[in-house]
């Protein structure tokens, strides 16, 4: 056991899909997984919560904008060895969108589209693919 405490960093991710069946997911700007695709998503800001944290993130990786109370809670997803960077916990939210929604890269994202939630790419980074798979379970609220 340490002797200090384990510096844990919070973080929020977004879940964003269409009617159409359409998930929206970033290519990583940087390491780790750099080039990988992945959930919008990224720190909490000092002050704020994890629901308007993914907001923010969204917006500013996607483009996307959508009403704090239109996301609803997926989970959290804590596990010690999920990111090699070191820990990090974070709290993801499920958003639908409309089907017209477009996406335009931005922040640290290089690329930014809808993929056909029946056509993935075949890794995605860290355990977004665990994610949302779990994301897909939550009930329409």
């Known amino acids: 056991m340490a002797d200090f ?12 899909v269409t009617d159409d069946g359409r998930v929206l997911l970033i290519k990583r700007g940087w390491g780790p997984y750099e080039g990988h695709c992945a959930l919008p998503g990224g720190h909490v800001d000092e002050g704020e919560t994890s629901r308007r944290a993914a907001v923010r993130e969204l917006e500013e990786e996607t483009g996307v904008r959508v009403a704090e109370n239109e996301l609803r809670l997926v989970g959290v997803w804590d596990q010690p060895d999920r990111d090699p960077r070191g820990r990090y916990v974070t709290v993801t939210y499920l958003a639908t969108v409309p089907t017209s929604t477009q996406a335009t890269a931005g922040d640290d994202a290089r690329d ?5 939630l029946t056509d993935l790419p075949e890794r995605l980074a860290f355990d977004h693919a665990d994610i949302l798979t779990a994301a897909l379970r939550t009930p329409a609220s």
């Open 5 to 16: 405490p384990e510096n844990i960093r919070y973080t929020a991710d977004v879940v964003a």
């Open 112 to 116: 930014a589209r809808w993929w056909p």
